[in-house]
């Protein structure tokens, strides 16, 4: 069982940046996919960035290439940062963990995020125009 808890969340105005952390707690393997999925009430999730934990490789969406970047962080930890922020990346944030093949494969984004195993609760980001 793997945890993962989501801080950072809130309120910018546009153009402004944010930084969201994932905590990851439980049992890991040693390579895994880790993704960030926003979603807007009455939408598929939609995958942001993903980040191959022990094997590199760092995957985007379009919407978001050049204005976000995601990286371990502290000890079991993942951030997102976002900068450049628009109102249209206003949505509840979830982290979440997969095998290794999500990430490598590319599918990691699929069906709003099917192949993953672990979600966090999520947290709100609201971008205010």
């Known amino acids: 069982q793997v945890y993962l808890t989501e801080s950072g969340g809130g309120s910018v105005q546009a153009g402004g940046s944010l930084q969201l952390s994932c905590s990851i707690s439980g049992d890991t393997a040693s390579t895994y996919c880790m993704a960030w999925f926003r979603q807007v009430p009455g939408q598929e999730r939609e995958g942001v960035a993903a980040l191959y934990i022990g094997g590199g490789g760092q995957y985007y969406a379009d919407s978001v290439k050049g204005r976000v970047t995601m990286s371990r962080g502290a000890k079991n930890t993942v951030v997102l940062q976002m900068k450049s922020l628009k109102p249209e990346d206003t949505g509840t944030y979830y982290c979440?963990?997969?095998?290794?093949?999500?990430?490598?494969?590319?599918?990691?984004?699929?069906?709003?995020?099917?192949?993953?195993?672990?979600w966090g609760e999520g947290i709100p980001v609201t971008i205010s125009s």
């Open positions: 979440a963990q997969g095998s290794s093949y999500g990430c490598y494969s590319g599918s990691w984004r699929s069906g709003g995020g099917f192949r993953m195993d672990y």
